[in-house]
C-alpha cells in the first residue's frame, strides 16, 4: 500500500488504496461507492473532522462506522442523534450533568463527549442542534475541554468528531439557523453518500449482505432468493427511502416468501405494492430486456440437477462476461457505447473488461 506523509504524524493512504476496514464495513462496487470508499481510507487515520452527508436511509451512520474502523483510534465510537433528544436534554447528554444541576439529576452522568475519549464522536443530524449549545459545541472544539451542567471543572477530552446531516448546511447558515463559525469547523473534509437510485447496481450486493446478516442471527432462518428479473424490477424503482427502505423490503420478503424464489411480479406486486410499474427510475429509463428475456426457474433445473452443485459466483460471473461481450460486439468495440447500452460508466466498464480479462473486438474502421 502507497503512503505518504499526513499532518499527524501517522501514515495516510493514498488516494486510491481502500483499507480492508472500509471494505469490509460497507457494501459496494459502484462507481460511487468506490469514490466513497477511497475518500473515507483516505481521511480515516487523519485527525480532521468529517461531516458525512447524503439523504435519509443512505447509511450514514455506517460510513461513521467505517472510519472510526479504519482510524487506528484506541476508543469507542458513541454516536448522539441530536433531532431525537429534546433540546432542553441535549446538552447533559452530550456533556454529563453533576449530581443537583437540575431537578431529577440524583447523581453525576457523564456526558457522551467523555464516553468517546480515545475515540470518535458521531454527532447525528447536527443540524438540528439548538443554537445556543452550537456555540458550546465551538468552544469544546476550540479548547478540547469540557462543563458538565452544573459543574466547574474543566475535564481534558480527547475525540475526532464526524458529523451528518440531510440538511444543506450552508443554506442554514445564511438563514440563520446554523452558526458559520461552527460550520466551517466541523466541515473540514465532507463526504457525499450517493442515493440508493444512483448506485442501483450495489442492490444484489447489498441484499446479499443483508441475508448474510439476518442468517448469521438465525441460523436455522428460511432466507428467499431474488431471480435476475427481481432484481432488474428492484433497480428500477427510485428508492425514495435508500438503503433503509430496501432493508424494509428484505424484512418483508422474509416474512412473505421464506426460502422462495423472488420473481419480479412478486416484487411488483407484494414487495413495492406496484410502484414500478408506471415506469422505472432515472427518469423514466427502462432495460431494454423483456421480462421473459431471462431464464427462469424451470431452466435452472436443467442447469442445477438436484444431484449436483454449482458456483453460484463464477456462473454470475460468466454471465456478466457474456454480456458484457455481447455489448462490445454489438458496438463494434466502441466501450463508451456498450457501457451506454449496459447502463454502466464508462470507467466501471473498463474495469470490468480487465477483471474478467475481455478482449476488445476491434473498432471497425470508418
Not at 448546511?169 to 460550520?183: K, N
Not at 435476475?228 to 418483508?252: F, Q, T
Not at 419480479?264 to 427510475?281: H, N, P, R, S, Y
Request: hydrophobic fraction near 40%.
Amino acid at each position: 500500500m502507497t503512503t505518504h506523509w499526513a499532518p499527524n504524524g501517522s501514515d495516510q493512504t493514498d488516494a486510491g488504496d481502500i483499507l480492508p476496514e472500509v471494505e469490509r464495513l460497507l457494501v459496494g462496487s459502484s462507481e460511487g461507492m468506490k469514490q466513497v470508499k477511497r475518500l473515507i481510507s483516505m481521511v480515516a487515520p487523519a485527525e480532521a473532522p468529517v461531516m458525512v452527508q447524503g439523504e435519509t436511509g443512505v447509511g450514514k451512520e455506517l460510513v461513521a462506522e467505517a472510519l472510526h474502523a479504519a482510524s487506528g483510534r484506541s476508543g469507542p465510537i458513541v454516536a448522539v442523534n441530536c433531532a431525537a433528544i429534546p433540546s432542553e436534554l441535549l446538552e447533559s447528554e452530550l456533556f454529563g450533568h453533576e449530581k443537583g444541576a437540575f431537578t431529577g439529576a440524583e447523581k453525576r452522568r457523564i456526558g457522551r463527549v467523555e464516553m468517546a475519549e480515545g475515540g470518535t464522536l458521531f454527532l447525528d443530524e447536527i443540524g438540528d442542534m439548538p443554537l445556543s449549545l452550537q456555540a458550546k459545541l465551538l468552544r469544546v472544539l476550540e479548547s478540547k475541554r469540557i462543563q458538565r451542567v452544573g459543574g466547574n471543572e474543566e475535564i481534558p477530552v480527547n475525540f475526532r468528531l464526524v458529523t451528518a446531516t440531510h440538511r444543506t448546511l450552508a443554506e442554514d447558515v445564511e438563514a440563520g439557523r446554523f452558526r458559520a463559525d461552527l460550520y466551517f469547523r466541523i466541515n473540514v473534509f465532507p463526504l457525499m453518500v450517493p442515493r440508493l437510485a444512483e448506485r442501483t447496481g450495489d442492490i444484489a450486493e447489498i441484499l446479499e449482505r443483508m441475508i448474510e446478516q439476518q442468517t448469521a442471527r438465525s441460523p436455522n432462518l428460511n432466507a428467499p432468493h431474488f431471480t435476475l428479473d427481481a432484481i432488474r424490477a428492484l433497480s428500477a424503482y427510485s428508492w425514495p427511502g435508500n438503503v433503509r427502505e430496501l432493508r424494509n423490503l428484505m424484512e418483508r420478503a422474509l416474512v412473505m416468501f421464506p426460502g422462495r424464489l423472488i420473481q419480479e411480479a412478486d416484487v411488483q406486486t407484494a414487495l413495492l405494492g406496484g410502484a414500478i410499474k408506471g415506469g422505472a427510475a432515472n427518469g423514466g429509463a427502462r432495460s431494454t430486456l423483456q421480462p421473459g428475456a431471462l431464464p427462469g426457474p424451470d431452466m435452472f433445473h436443467v442447469t442445477l440437477p438436484e444431484s449436483e452443485t454449482l458456483d453460484m459466483r463464477g456462473y454470475l460471473r460468466d454471465i456478466e462476461a457474456a454480456l458484457i461481450e455481447s455489448a462490445l460486439r454489438q458496438k463494434e468495440g466502441c466501450v463508451s457505447h456498450a457501457a451506454d447500452a449496459l447502463r454502466l460508466q464508462r470507467t466501471t466498464l473498463i474495469e470490468k473488461i480487465k477483471k474478467l480479462g475481455i478482449e476488445k473486438p476491434a473498432a471497425r474502421p470508418m
